[in-house]
């Protein structure tokens, strides 16, 4: 109740009257169906944007699931966190065609 009467104060005719800041504060051009139906320049402007946030947003997605950074099974020991990626490939490209199915068996083992 305090923060709308706070927020119902300001009603000064600089921020609602006639030229005011509220009626200069329209949607900008291309945010909306028809202004974007309208700017036909902006349209492959909106369509690669949109694939970049697609991209952008799996890719935090598998850095999110598949880096060794985090943590999702909350297993306090780093050894049983780790033996997950065992014989895995944990790289997305393998430009060297390495065989990642036995690489973890010529490493030493310092956990025994």
């Not at 944007?49 to 880096?67: D, E, N, P, Q």
Request: hydrophobic share 35%.
């Amino acid at each position: 109740m305090f923060l709308s009467k706070i927020l119902n104060a300001a009603d000064h005719p600089y921020l609602f009257g006639p030229g005011s800041r509220k009626l200069n504060n329209k949607p900008m051009a291309g945010l909306t169906a028809k202004s974007l139906k309208h700017h036909t320049a902006l349209q492959p402007l909106f369509i690669i944007m949109t694939g970049g946030i697609i991209f952008v947003a799996a890719y935090c997605f598998r850095l999110a699931s598949k880096t060794t950074d985090i943590n999702w099974s909350k297993s306090k020991d780093l050894g049983d966190h780790m033996g997950y990626y065992d014989n895995r490939q944990f790289k997305w490209f393998n430009p060297k065609g390495a065989d990642y199915s036995k690489m973890s068996e010529a490493r030493p083992n310092y956990r025994d």
